[in-house]
T-cell receptor, first 114, second 119 residues
Framework: EPEVTQTPSHQVTQMGQEVILRCVPI?????FYWYRQILGQKVEFLVS????????KSEIFDDQFSVERPDGSNFTLKIRSTKLEDSAMYFC????????????FGPGTRLTVT | AQKVTQAQTEISVVEKEDVTLDCVYE???????LFWYKQPPSGELVFLIR??????QNEISGRYSWNFQKSTSSFNFTITASQVVDSAVYFC????????????????FGTGTLLAVQP
């Protein structure tokens, strides 16, 4: 069964460094999402992406964040200058036009900022 | 505004007990979907069920059952004869917009209920 994959599973970085979190969505999917979950808290929407542009973004998704689909298979989330409060689990999800409300989640990347 | 409330922060039961996890939602849309996800200690989100706003039939899947009541804006989840492997955080989520007008069907999650099943 096709699945969403994410790399790395865990990344440790120093405050102020740039990080790129990678996701490979399911191959025929057209809609892509990033969510964030700070430890012990709820899952929060960050951004959705369709047709090579951002469709919607939350208040959390400020200028430090960017997303990209560089090569037709990967979907990346970049944090330009990490802060301690960026430490969280980041989930990627993808969906397809045939089922507008279904999202398939990846296993997540745990980001630790020290 | 869209909102999902899971008032139960933690529930502890003994194996074989039945347990119900509550979920109350708010939305102004007439078309929406409700979801339940399980998050085991390993951290991934495991999809359990999706229901649309036009289908109020209760659903049963093995030991799991869901009670959707539009009149009270609730979508409760019951585990019958709980097992230790059911120990996890359970999230209820709402999605109420499809892909028109530039909006996307982002999921709005509740704060989750930590279920601990003791042997």
């Amino acid at each position: 069964e096709p699945e969403v994959t994410q790399t790395p599973s865990h990344q440790v970085t120093q405050m102020g460094q740039e990080v790129i979190l990678r996701c490979v969505p399911i191959s025929n999917h057209l809609y892509f999402y990033w969510y964030r979950q700070i430890l012990g808290q709820k899952v929060e929407f960050l951004v959705s992406f369709y047709n090579n542009e951002i469709s919607e973004k939350s208040e959390i998704f400020d200028d430090q964040f960017s997303v990209e689909r560089p090569d037709g298979s990967n979907f990346t989330l970049k944090i330009r200058s990490t802060k301690l409060e960026d430490s969280a689990m980041y989930f990627c999800a993808s969906g397809w036009r045939g089922d507008l409300y279904e999202q398939y989640f990846g296993p997540g990347t745990r980001l630790t900022v020290t | 505004a869209q909102k999902v409330t899971q008032a139960q922060t933690e529930i502890s039961v003994v194996e074989k007990e039945d347990v119900t996890l509550d979920c109350v939602y708010e939305t102004r849309d007439t078309t929406y979907y409700l979801f339940w996800y399980k998050q085991p200690p390993s951290g991934e989100l495991v999809f359990l069920i999706r229901r649309n706003s036009f289908d109020e039939q209760n659903e049963i899947s093995g030991r799991y059952s869901w009670n959707f009541q539009k009149s009270t804006s609730s979508f409760n989840f019951t585990i019958t004869a709980s097992q230790v492997v059911d120990s996890a955080v359970y999230f209820c989520a709402l999605s109420d917009r499809a892909f028109y007008g530039g909006a996307t069907n982002k999921l709005i999650f509740g704060t989750g209920t930590l279920l601990a099943v003791q042997p």
